[in-house]
Every structure is written in C-alpha cells, then in structure tokens.
C-alpha cells in the first residue's frame, strides 16, 4: 500500500524534512553526538573545544596535544601555542572519521585584528592536519568576521587555496565584505542577534519569521543568491528549533546536538522558505564596501558591532581558559606527575 506524501511528510521527523532543503553540520565538539544525528559537516570553537576537553572521553586527544607541545621545544608559551593548535586538530581528526564532509577549526580569536597573524597560524593548522593525511579540502578555516579576519580568508582563499568559514557574523556590512573577498563560507549568528533585541528592547518573544537573526539570515542569503555570489551561507547559533525551521532552504545550517535531537522528535510539517528564485525576485540593491564604507556601515549597526566584540572576547576567555589547563597539565607531565 503506498503512502501519501502529506502522511510521509507527517511520519518524517522535521531534521530529516530539513536535510531535503539543506546541508545540516553538528555544532559540537563531542564526537558521539556527530555519531548519532549523522551530519554533513561539523563545526567547533574555542569554546566547544573547551567543553569536549574537560570530558573523560577525550584525554587522549589532550595527553597527545601535550605531548606535541613539549617535543616541539621552544618557550614555554610556544609550547602551549602549539600544544593549543594540535589539540584543535585532534578534535578535527576525530571528527572527520565520523562526518562524510568538512570540519571547521577556529583561529585564535585574540588574533582578530591582526591579519598577517591570523594567516600565519591558518597555515599552522592546516600543515598539522597534512601531516596527519588530510587534505585542506576537508578544512574550513575559522576566522572573526573583522576587516582583518575577511582580508585574511581572501588572502587564504586566493594564494593558497584554504577554504574559510567566517565567524561571529551579525552584520550586513559583514556579509557584503565576505562575498567581495570571496571567501567559502559565512556563518551568521541567528541566536545571539535575537539574544540582543531581548536585552535592549521591550520586545521578549518572536515567532520564527518575526525573528531579527531569521530576517537578518534570511536577507544575506537573497543578496547572495540574486547577484550570483560563490561564498555560501551557513546559518549559526540557534537558540530554538523554530528558528532552525523558519531557514530551511539556506545553504547550510550548524545545529547544536540538543536542537538536533529536538527536531529529530519533531514531526511538524517543514517548507522550504529560502530559495534561489525567492532571492532573484526580492528587493535589494549591489552594495561595494571598500575598509572606509565597510567600518561606517558596520559600525552603524550598534547590535552588530556589541556582538562582535563580545563574540570575540568569549571566545578569547576560553582560549584563555584553555591554554591555563593545558599549562597545569604540561608542567605536570615535565614533572612526572
């Protein structure tokens, strides 16, 4: 007996009707989660890293970051940089032995304002993850979403061929200035956005379309898909499943494993709201954003510009927080203990 579509639709979880429209990537860094809701992709941060780290489960990915560190020699903090770049790719090796696609590795973010160094340490993490045998085809490459981070991804993405992933996106300003370097990937932050107008604003609750971050996701990708850009949209730190819904259709989406599992529970019916034609056919003008008319636009979004730097100041703190345990572990193992 054959089922009807409406019934099938209603016996398909809402995760597997979303896969239908978009490429769904595990924001996680613990490697059982990307095991049970099977994504394309995985992201991590700073902060995700910390979290994983801190778990029985992964020492073995923190004892053998160690380890590098010492061997390298140097200074002691150059020993703990290093020990910090292997950790975050022992993390990324796991992870692609469960995920078919890519994984994205974070850039310190104390380094959002420096380009050349930002660069320079892209390099790093990609030659540790050649000299374990991955190729940098399977790396993004995350960056701030600064002047200097996007000047970054273009030199990364032109001279080298490195794909990057730009990160702590809030901004329309952001956006046009990472499809002009044409950079992989953006992940523009749906949650925090919505975080913002909660705190400073009378308005508490949104529906989904009604959602800042939703319209602001929703707004990048029509521009990006009307002038035929190649940097693909990558929807980022969600806060609901509604959210998720509302901007089924985008290239991509990073789901943390407690939504995933929630949509996977979620048998509600899920349309496809983001479109290439729905883009061609909206209302949005060319934008050409040089540093000047970047840091004006960007700055004229008061949300955009609080968000970045608290973005990137979480992300240091935990950098931070990082780099303190992997010193204590260090020097107990130079000390035997």
Request: proline content about 3%; charged content about 25%; hydrophobic content about 35%.
């Amino acid at each position: 007996m054959s089922v009807s579509p409406d019934k099938r639709r209603k016996m398909e979880s809402a995760l597997e009707q979303i896969k239908k429209y978009t490429v769904v990537v595990a924001d996680t860094g613990d490697f059982n989660a990307i095991e049970v809701y099977k994504p394309q992709d995985a992201t991590t941060n700073p902060s995700l890293i910390l979290a994983a780290a801190k778990m029985p489960t992964y020492q073995q990915q923190v004892e053998q970051a160690i380890k590098h560190g010492i061997a390298n020699g140097g200074s002691e903090e150059e020993q703990v940089t290093n020990a910090m770049d292997k950790l975050f790719v022992n993390f990324g090796l796991e992870i692609l032995k469960k995920v078919p696609g890519r994984v994205s590795t974070e850039v310190d973010a104390r380094l959002s304002f420096d380009k050349e160094a930002m660069v320079s340490r892209a390099l790093k993490l990609i030659s540790l993850y050649d000299e374990a045998g991955v190729s940098k085809d399977r790396i993004l490459i995350k960056l701030s979403s600064t002047w200097e981070g996007i000047q970054a991804g273009r030199e990364l993405e032109e001279k080298h061929g490195i794909h990057c992933n730009m990160t702590l996106l809030f901004s329309f300003a952001q956006a046009v200035a990472c499809a002009e370097a044409n950079v992989t990937l953006i992940s523009p932050f749906v949650g925090r956005i919505l975080d913002w107008y909660k705190e400073n604003t009378d308005r508490k609750n949104y529906e989904p379309h009604e959602d800042p971050g939703v319209q602001s996701v929703t707004k990048i990708y029509n521009y990006y898909k009307k002038f035929s850009y190649r940097t693909v949209v990558m929807g980022a730190s969600f806060r609901n499943t509604g959210e998720v819904k509302a901007l089924a259709g985008c290239d991509l989406l990073t789901i943390s494993p407690g939504l995933l599992g929630e949509l996977s529970q979620d048998h509600s019916t899920v349309t496809c709201s983001l479109t290439p034609q729905g883009a061609k056919d909206c209302d949005l003008e060319k934008v050409h954003l040089d540093e000047k008319s970047f840091r004006w636009l960007h700055n004229e979004d008061r949300m955009a510009v609080e968000k970045l730097s608290d973005g990137i100041r979480k992300f240091a703190a935990d950098a931070i927080k990082l780099e303190t345990m992997i010193k204590e572990r260090m020097f107990n193992v130079k000390n035997g203990q």
